[in-house]
């Protein structure tokens, strides 16, 4: 079956889920801003300042329309697989590897790092990594939640990781989405590049799936106590929502 190509850049850059902590690697339609930043313990100035970087980068990484074809059998076909694929936890330990040694790659910030993790690491942008890490100490307590993508040997990985962020002792729930291929050694490695249209349709509606937006909200909830019971992070918290605001306000 022919399939129609529609250009669609998957993109290092991260947006969030609401205000929670959950953000992907890939292409999606979420409302909220990037997550790779924290903010000093004792400075405001470096709050405002962590979230205007990465307010600012958001909106120039502006995602793509979610598509919504006509009905046809391809997208039947879609439906029904998204339907039948069940998310499963740390099933891969191959994958669990590669996505930590990518987090470690993100705070090393040295391309090197990245090449043997990645399918072209120019796709990267390194000064935007260096300022969205320099707020983060560390990844702690990685998951990665699964589910087979359309081609043979490819992944949809949802990883779970929580966040120190400098000066900040509760650690902060996130959740990373990537898209990750298998070379012909069947080693995994994470794809940033062009995705074809039927490849996009299945990745936005296994977005929606119920176990996945379940996944999302548990971890949005975490996120939520988290920033309840530690001042510090609640008021990390805040500022965000105010970027959020003048951004929309177009400020």
Not at 105 to 125: E, H, T, Y
């Amino acid at each position: 079956m022919k399939l129609k190509y529609k250009k669609m850049i998957i993109i290092v850059s991260m947006s969030t889920m609401g205000i929670g902590m959950v953000t992907f690697s890939i292409n999606y339609k979420p409302n909220g801003l990037p997550t790779d930043f924290a903010k000093s313990q004792t400075s405001v100035k470096n709050i405002s300042e962590a979230a205007k970087i990465s307010e600012e980068n958001d909106v120039q990484s502006k995602y793509l329309p979610t598509v919504t074809p006509s009905v046809t059998p391809e997208v039947d076909i879609i439906s029904e697989a998204v339907a039948t694929n069940v998310l499963e936890k740390d099933a891969y330990n191959e994958i669990n590897k590669l996505i930590g040694k990518y987090y470690v790659a993100k705070l090393k910030n040295d391309i090197d790092n990245f090449k043997p993790l990645v399918n072209d690491s120019n796709l990267i942008d390194m000064e935007d990594n260096s300022r969205r890490t320099k707020y983060i100490d560390d990844y702690k307590n990685l998951a990665c939640y699964t589910k087979k993508a359309l081609e043979e040997g490819t992944f949809i990985v949802y990883a779970y990781q929580e966040v120190k962020f400098n000066n900040i002792e509760t650690l902060a729930p996130g959740l990373d989405r990537f898209y990750v291929k298998t070379n012909d050694k069947g080693k995994p490695y994470i794809y940033f590049g062009e995705i074809d249209k039927n490849t996009e349709n299945y990745i936005n509606e296994t977005q929606e799936s119920e176990d996945v937006m379940k996944l999302i909200n548990s971890v949005n909830m975490k996120y939520e106590k988290a920033a309840a019971k530690d001042s510090v992070l609640y008021e990390f918290k805040l500022k965000l929502e105010e970027s959020i605001q003048n951004v929309a306000k177009g400020e």
